[in-house]
């Protein structure tokens, strides 16, 4: 591919006018993939040749240290505007060519290569990114997240202003019209829950963010808070806005230390600045927010278990029959909205609820963001509009699976949501459908499975998560989970019996109906799900005494098929239990006696040679 066209310090000069100035900036990716794979470093290092380059007068070049690109396990990331080209897996040591190319041919060994194998030397033209259309995920690698001043040249609070010049009544129109619905993962209208919180008097309001994201797998919200802090804020301070609140808390999890470090050190530059504070754009109101760092229980995530731990006590979930618009943070009308949820609110009040209302489908407007990880080739954060289907986020955007195997199943909607099979693959991604199916949106987490994922496992692996997880308030969800556990446990250890597919499904549907929450009520999904896709992996289990997918070490051995064996040895070092021997140009065997069938061994394997079989009882 041609490099792109740079104009020279010669041939810039115009006719009795001073030599023009190419400003150039080169934008690292700083989230917490990045800054993991030593992307600090990497800016160091690009900042430290930038000053020894010497770069001619007429070439400016800066530094940008920005927030999540989505594309981590590519990172670190590092693109040169405003020419758009992007390099992958940057290390500091390359820092020298990236700088000299600013007056060159781009580094070819640092682009990334599709899979045809050709190179792709522009960001939106790489794959992954080119089908996304990006709404609230519009700043997030763009902007430095530690500065107001380069959120405010993007049009930063230019919503907030606008808001502050209309009524309630139309702010929260506004809202309604856009059909925005929350992206925490109950769906909820926006519009409707401000709209109801306003019908309240109660002595004072009160807006709450939710960033107590916990499904594993998951990190929209973490980019969100660490890549944007002053996006959440402006459409959290829109909300209070419309309800007339004066006090705000976001409340993230504890675990997301950077995420706390660059939303307090946004909320102390808005006051600064008179954003916020005890006078808003000198408008009389005022609005004072505050860092609440989560209690670390995934209960918390749950809106009035999560107000009870802001009010210092035991995060436990309360019935729904009152609702927190009503009396929410301290008998108080309170409005909880969820990072993503509030990430839109700019962008709807600048653009028109109905420009957003033009994306996505009738009952699941605008975009949604998901984290899309698992076996997949092309894993990350990405944005795409509802109704978009599963086969265009896992195949087009993620690029199929990995290995080219077998693509079994996807779990959408963390881990109380469902898994979907190979058949539904063309389903529409919006609330409605997905429910439906017996998944959920939830807030947005996608985990790919392939033909080695067996799916009971998968079941109890959610159950338990789920029931370490739970409260303990209510019985159905706390002995519902416990009891569901004990008989997932017994089938994928060769203990199943005829009747626990049908006790499963029974505790499910009590679950469902009696729980206090939305956890007890999802937990059975992962369960439930399973059983009605991939009936006849159970069915194995407890009659065959076999797993299909040669996953639960219970009911599976492994060997070697001598006929395909390379000798490559790759299934030697991967062994923990030193078992497998061999020598260069003959068959690897394992010796079955010390075998603990963690299948690490299959996985490293390139040639399929590895074999997973019926585990033989004496």
């Known amino acids: ?45 690009l900042a430290e040749q930038l000053a020894l380059s010497g770069f001619d007068a007429l070439v400016k070049t800066g530094i940008k240290r920005t927030g999540c690109n989505g594309f981590c396990e590519n990172g670190p990331i590092v693109k040169v505007m405003p020419d758009d080209i992007s390099y992958y897996k940057v290390k500091p040591k390359d ?48 902007i430095d997240p530690e500065s107001l001043e380069d959120y405010r040249a993007r049009d ?118 008179g954003l916020l504070g005890d006078d808003i754009m000198g408008s009389g109101r005022k609005l004072h927010l505050e860092v609440v760092r989560g209690g670390g229980a995934f209960v918390c995530g749950e809106s009035t278990a999560l107000m009870a731990s802001i009010e210092g006590r035991l995060g436990e979930p309360r019935a729904k029959y009152v609702r927190s618009v009503q009396r929410g943070l301290w008998d108080q009308s309170t ?36 984290s899309l990880v698992g076996k997949i080739k092309r894993s990350g954060l990405v944005e795409v509009p509802m109704g978009s289907t599963l086969r265009h986020l896992i195949f087009d955007i993620g690029g199929g699976i990995k290995g080219s195997r077998p693509f079994k199943a996807v779990q959408t909607g963390g881990p109380s949501g469902g898994c979907i099979p190979e058949n539904l693959l063309d389903l529409s991604v919006d609330f409605d459908t997905l429910t439906a199916n017996g998944a959920m949106m939830g807030s947005g987490g996608m985990i790919v499975m392939d033909d080695h994922d067996c799916m009971v496992e998968v079941a109890r692996y959610y159950t338990n998560f789920l029931a370490e997880e739970s409260c303990g308030k209510c019985t159905p969800c706390r002995e519902g989970l416990r009891h569901m556990l004990r008989i997932l446990t017994d089938i994928t250890e060769g203990r199943g019996q005829a009747g626990d597919l049908e006790l499963l499904e029974q505790m499910g ?97 390139r040639f399929d040679a590895v074999r997973a079989e019926r585990k033989l009882h004496t």
């Open 1 to 45: 591919m041609s490099a792109p066209t740079h104009p020279s310090p010669q041939g810039s000069k115009r006719s009795g006018e001073q030599a023009a100035v190419e400003q150039r900036t080169l934008l690292v990716c700083c989230g917490s993939g990045c800054l993991a794979t030593n992307a600090a470093a990497v800016a160091d290092a």
């Open 95 to 142: 820092a020298d060519a990236i700088v000299a190319s600013l007056q060159g041919e781009p580094v070819q060994r640092l682009l990334y290569r599709a899979d045809d194998g050709k190179r792709v030397l522009r960001h939106l033209e790489n794959p992954f990114y080119a089908p996304q259309q990006r709404i609230a995920l519009r700043h997030i690698g763009t």
């Open 156 to 273: 930063g609070y230019q919503a907030l202003e606008k808001a502050l010049s209309l009524s309630a009544d139309a702010l929260i129109s506004e809202v309604e019209a856009s059909g925005l619905r929350g992206r925490g993962g109950a769906g909820f209208p926006t519009g409707r829950k401000w709209r109801t919180a306003v019908g309240f008097e109660t002595a004072c309001s009160y807006v709450v963010c939710n960033g107590d994201e916990g499904d594993p797998g998951a990190f929209m919200d973490r980019s969100l808070l660490e890549g944007d802090p002053h996006g959440i804020l402006e459409g959290l301070a829109i909300a209070a806005v419309a309800i007339g609140a004066e006090r705000g808390f976001l409340y993230i999890r504890d675990e997301y230390r950077l995420a706390q470090q660059n939303i307090t050190k946004a909320i102390a530059q808005t006051e600064a600045a």
């Open 335 to 370: 409005v909880l909205n969820n990072v993503e949820t509030l990430a839109n609110i700019p962008w709807i009040i600048l653009h028109g609820g109905a420009a957003f209302a033009a994306t996505g489908t009738e009952g699941s407007s605008g975009a949604k963001v998901f």
């Open 509 to 605: 549907t009590t679950m469902r109906e009696n729980s206090l929450c939305a956890l007890g009520k999802s937990a059975p999904n992962p369960v439930l799900s399973t059983l009605r896709f991939f009936r006849d992996e159970y069915q194995a289990h407890i009659h065959d005494k076999t797993c299909p997918a040669g996953v639960c070490p219970a009911l599976t051995a492994f060997s070697i098929d001598a006929a395909v064996c390379t000798s490559c040895g790759a299934c030697v070092k991967a062994c923990p239990a030193g078992i497998i021997s061999g020598s260069k140009g003959a068959p690897y065997r394992i010796a079955a006696s010390g075998c603990i069938a963690c299948g690490s061994c299959r996985e490293v394997c």
